[in-house]
Every structure is written in structure tokens, then in C-alpha cells.
């Protein structure tokens, strides 16, 4: 079966520092690979999305992902966290017939 | 464009009742799907369909049932709601319905508690 971890279900930074939120996957053949984002009572949006085109892909509000096969990894980073960025924020990745599969998600909390 | 609706917003049903979450795209996608959403498991699959009279089952589907009569709309039906299916259902849609790797667009969610 295919599976997402995201290790860490709270992540707190403070304003300003590197936000580093991890998600491994497990799978034999490399999938597409998304983040999302999600606020209070909202439902969940789209952060980036992993292409062949390169390893290293660039989302909304300042966040980057990069995509490792070798450590089946696609951690997202921003380099300076903002008081706004607090949110859960899910890993997922799909398959043939837009099947996805989400991780349990990292809340981030950031501390003035 | 309202992009996905879900309604609605709320529902507090007894054990044994039944009842439908509506929800309905605006995008022309082809392919639609149910997840709950659970304390610290992210997002589940329940049903989800590629495309008008086609459905099939995702990783939670006891308990639920689906049909899609047009491409617009992807009712879920609780048969008999129970404890267990209290939880927040998210609708998605995404214009692929094949091997790519196109987004999931989420509507904003139906909050069900069951008693």
C-alpha cells in the first residue's frame, strides 16, 4: 500500500526562521507529489506540486519544496517564516486515476 | 466561478439516520472525490468517480455511497450514520483522469456529528 509520512503532527518557529516541514513517501515508482495548505475551517489549497521538470519547485507565498528520489523525500521549506504561514499543512501524493493519498499533516505555529 | 460547493456547512444527525452531503463543481472536471478528515490522520479517500456513471471505492468506503449522474455533481450518501462517521467531509475535483498530475481543487467542507 502506498503511504505518506510527515514527521512532526506540530512544528513551531518564530517569526523570521527557517520553517522546514518533512514528508517522506514510500513508493517503487515516483509519484506526483503536492502540498497543501490548509486554514481554520477552510477547506485545503494548493501550495505546489512536484513536476519532472525539476527536482526544486517553487510555490505560493514564499514556500519550496525539493523533490529527492534517492531519500523518497519532498520536505517543503520557506526561508523565513511569517505569522501568516500558521496553518496544517498536508503532504500528499497521487497516482494513475487521481488517486491521493495525504499525510496526517503538520500544524505550524509561529511565534512572534 | 464558485469552483466546489459543498452543502452544507453543519449537519447533527442520530445514530441510524441517513442523509446526503451535496457537492457540486462549476470547472467541467472529470474527476470527483469524498475525503474525511480525522484528527491527526489527514485525509482519507472514500469514494471517488473519473467521470459521469463511473464510481469506485477509496481506502474508507463502508458505510457511504456515491452515484454521479452528471459531471457536475458528486452526492455522498450516509446509509445509516453511526458514532464512527462523525467528521469533516471534504469534495475535490481535478481536471485529470488519467496518469498526470493535476491538483485537487477542495470545496469548504461539511462538519458531521453523529449521536
Known amino acids: 500500500a502506498q503511504s505518506v509520512t510527515q514527521l512532526g503532527s506540530h512544528v513551531s518557529v518564530s517569526e523570521g526562521a527557517l520553517v522546514l516541514l518533512r514528508c517522506n513517501y514510500s513508493?517503487?515508482?515516483?509519484?506526483?507529489l503536492f502540498w497543501y495548505v490548509q486554514y481554520p475551517n477552510q477547506g485545503l489549497q494548493l501550495l505546489l506540486k512536484?513536476?519532472?521538470?525539476?527536482?526544486l519547485v517553487k510555490g505560493i507565498n514564499g514556500f519550496e519544496a525539493e523533490f529527492k528520489k534517492s531519500e523518497t523525500s519532498f520536505h517543503l521549506t520557506k526561508p523565513s517564516a511569517h505569522m501568516s504561514d500558521a496553518a496544517e499543512y498536508f503532504c500528499?501524493?497521487?497516482?494513475?486515476?487521481?488517486?491521493?493519498?495525504f499525510g496526517s499533516g503538520t500544524k505550524l505555529n509561529v511565534k512572534p | 466561478n464558485a469552483g466546489v460547493t459543498q452543502t452544507p456547512k453543519f449537519q447533527v444527525l442520530k445514530t441510524g439516520q441517513s442523509m446526503t452531503l451535496q457537492c457540486a463543481q462549476d470547472?467541467?472536471?472529470?474527476?470527483m472525490s469524498w475525503y474525511r478528515q480525522d484528527p491527526g490522520m489527514g485525509l482519507r479517500l472514500i469514494h471517488y468517480?473519473?467521470?459521469?456513471?463511473?464510481?469506485d471505492q477509496g481506502e474508507v468506503p463502508n458505510g457511504y455511497n456515491v452515484s454521479r449522474s452528471t459531471t457536475e455533481d458528486f452526492p455522498l450518501r450516509l446509509l445509516s450514520a453511526a458514532p464512527s462517521q462523525t467528521s469533516v467531509y471534504f469534495c475535490?475535483?481535478?481536471?485529470?483522469?488519467?496518469?498526470?498530475?493535476?491538483?485537487?481543487?477542495f470545496g469548504n467542507g461539511t462538519r458531521l456529528t453523529v449521536t
Open positions: 500528499a501524493v497521487g497516482y494513475n486515476f487521481n488517486k491521493f493519498y
Open positions: 468517480s473519473v467521470g459521469a456513471g463511473i464510481t
Open positions: 475535490a475535483s481535478s481536471y485529470g483522469r488519467g496518469a498526470d498530475n493535476s491538483p485537487l481543487h
Open positions: 470547472m467541467n472536471h472529470e474527476y
Open positions: 513508493s517503487s515508482v515516483p509519484p506526483y
Open positions: 512536484y513536476t519532472s521538470a525539476a527536482t
